[in-house]
């Protein structure tokens, strides 16, 4: 089981995590939202939970929860540019589908929620 980060998206969390006081890494997860199902979650991890997988790729730590790491698992996270916009893209290979506008996504069924 594991998360990958491209060296972009290192690079934005790096930045990401120094501008929070105590951040030692980036928290990825997911939570149920949106029509299709599941959103996903980053944030800055000031601590690491019981139940979190770590993994470390280009000096940054990612932390995953338990009940989120079956639903991403395998997932690389990257950071890019289009056009005006600059945002964190998923390539998730637990997702089955996406909502019309981009913003939820579903996973196997047999997967825990």
Do not use: W
Not at 12 to 30: D, K, S, T, Y
Not at 71 to 97: K, M, S, Y
């Amino acid at each position: 089981m594991a998360v990958t980060l491209t060296t972009a998206a290192a690079e934005r969390a790096r930045q990401f995590i120094a501008q929070q006081a105590g951040g030692m890494g980036l928290r990825f997860g997911v939570r149920r939202n949106g029509c299709s199902g599941f959103a996903y979650v980053v944030d800055v991890a000031t601590e690491a939970r019981g139940d979190d997988r770590s993994f470390e790729q280009h000096g940054v730590r990612v932390l995953v929860d338990a009940t989120s790491l079956p639903h991403v698992d395998g997932t690389e996270i990257d950071f890019v540019r289009r056009g005006l916009n600059r945002e964190f893209v998923f390539r998730n290979p637990q997702a089955t589908g996406e909502c019309g506008c981009g913003e939820s996504f579903t996973t196997r069924d047999d997967l825990p929620d």
